[in-house]
C-alpha cells in the first residue's frame, strides 16, 4: 500500500475541506424543485389559494406573486394588516411568511400556522414563481 507525501496528504486535505465547505454552502433554495413544490402546494395551499391570474379564492390568487407588492391582488379583501405591510413578496419574504405567516403579519386573516420545512418551502416558492408566470 503506497502511502501519501507530505505534499500530497496537504493536497488531498484541502480537496477534503473545500468540498466540504462547498457541500455546507448549499441552501434549500438553490436544492429547489419546482415539479415537489406543486406537490406541497396542492397538500398545504390549494384548499384555499390558486395559481391562475384572478382565481381568488378563501385566499387571493398567487399568480405571479414572486416580486408582487403584499395585498396588491385584485378583486380580494385583504385584512388592515396585510394592505399596510408594505412588504414586497420576494424570495425571502415569502420563505419567512410561509414559516410563520402571523410573526410576519401580525393581524393577517392567513389561518394557516406555517410550514416548518425549509426544503418544502423553497420548493413551494419554486414552484410559485414557474406557475405564477414570474
Not at 505534499?7 to 434549500?28: E, H, N, Q, V, Y
Not at 405591510?85 to 394557516?112: E, N, S
Amino acid at each position: 500500500m503506497r502511502t501519501l507525501s507530505g505534499f500530497s496528504r496537504m493536497r488531498a486535505c484541502a480537496l477534503a475541506g473545500a468540498t466540504a465547505l462547498l457541500l455546507a454552502s448549499i441552501t434549500p433554495a438553490a436544492l429547489a424543485d419546482a415539479h415537489r413544490g406543486e406537490d406541497v402546494f396542492d397538500a398545504n395551499c390549494e384548499a384555499c389559494h390558486s395559481v391562475l391570474p384572478g382565481r381568488n379564492k378563501m385566499g387571493p390568487s398567487l399568480a405571479k406573486v414572486v416580486g408582487r407588492t403584499a395585498g396588491s391582488a385584485p378583486n380580494y379583501a385583504y385584512s388592515d394588516a396585510m394592505k399596510g405591510c408594505g412588504l414586497t413578496w420576494q424570495r425571502d419574504k415569502l420563505d419567512a411568511y410561509i414559516t410563520k405567516p402571523k410573526a410576519v403579519v401580525p393581524g393577517c386573516k392567513m389561518p394557516f400556522e406555517g410550514l416548518p420545512n425549509a426544503r418544502d418551502r423553497a420548493d413551494l416558492i419554486d414552484y410559485l414563481a414557474a406557475a405564477g408566470g414570474n
